[in-house]
């Protein structure tokens, strides 16, 4: 079975410093990753994906992530943090034979002024 | 895109009642998916619901407890059933938009139902 691993339960960063948020998947094959951004009392909204190509894929809100096969992992960064961006980030990972997604325990990033 | 909404967007409810949360989606899907986020965790999958299918349900939920209904391509409901103060959650519904051609796509998720129970 598939599973999602974000070892940091929380991450506090200064604004305008930059930002790394690790996720780890197990899975046989090429999975399909995501990362998806939840703020309080928000829905979530997905930050970007990836199926397949280029291992260095570009999100939203000057966000990016990076896959890496070697790892098994597909970190998401940002190089300079802004005080809106404090949120739980969950990354999830699917794959072709399940379309339901699975889901890491998430991220709580807190952004000190 | 899909934009998504839920019914009712927050509710506190008795124990032993039961609740109905409808998921609405602004375009024909096939794939709907029901997930719950208890307080401080991540999402969960509940189940999977097909339109003309029964739902499929993930191990540790049962139909009787979380009935779905799919009748048609855009609409879906999810009941928490006999509810206990355990079933407070955020419930979530979710569309795959996978579209020909293609071999996955992203799932967008409603705004989420916030459900207290008392």
């Known amino acids: 079975a598939q599973s999602v691993t974000q070892p940091d339960i929380h991450i506090t960063v200064s604004e305008g410093a930059s930002l790394e948020l690790r996720c780890n998947y197990s899975y046989g094959a090429t999975p399909y990753l995501f990362w998806y951004v939840q703020s309080p009392g928000q829905g979530l909204q997905l930050l970007l994906k990836?199926?397949?190509?280029?291992?260095l894929v570009q999100g939203i809100k000057g966000f990016e992530a990076e896959f890496k096969r070697s790892q098994s992992s597909f970190n998401l960064r940002k190089p300079s943090v802004h005080w809106s961006d404090a949120a739980e980030y969950f990354c999830?990972?699917?794959?072709?034979?399940?379309?339901?997604?699975?889901f890491g325990s998430g991220t709580r990033l807190q952004v000190q002024p | 895109s899909a934009v998504i909404s839920q019914k009712p967007s927050r509710d506190i409810c008795q124990r032993g009642t039961s609740l109905t949360i409808q998921c609405q989606v602004d375009s024909q899907v096939t794939m709907m998916f029901w997930y719950r986020q208890q307080p401080g965790q991540s999402l969960t999958l509940i189940a999977t619901a097909n339109q003309g299918s029964e739902a499929t349900y993930e191990s540790g939920f049962v139909i009787d407890k979380f009935p779905i209904s799919r009748p048609n391509l855009t609409f879906s409901t999810l009941t928490v059933s006999n509810m206990s103060p355990e079933d407070s959650s955020i419930y979530l519904c979710?569309?795959?938009?996978?579209?020909?051609?293609?071999?996955?796509?992203?799932?967008?998720f409603g705004p989420g139902t916030r459900l207290t129970v008392l």
């Open positions: 979710s569309v795959d938009l996978t579209t020909s051609g293609r071999a996955y796509n992203e799932q967008f």
């Open positions: 990836y199926f397949s190509g280029d291992t």
């Open positions: 999830a990972v699917g794959h072709t034979g399940r379309r339901a997604l699975t």
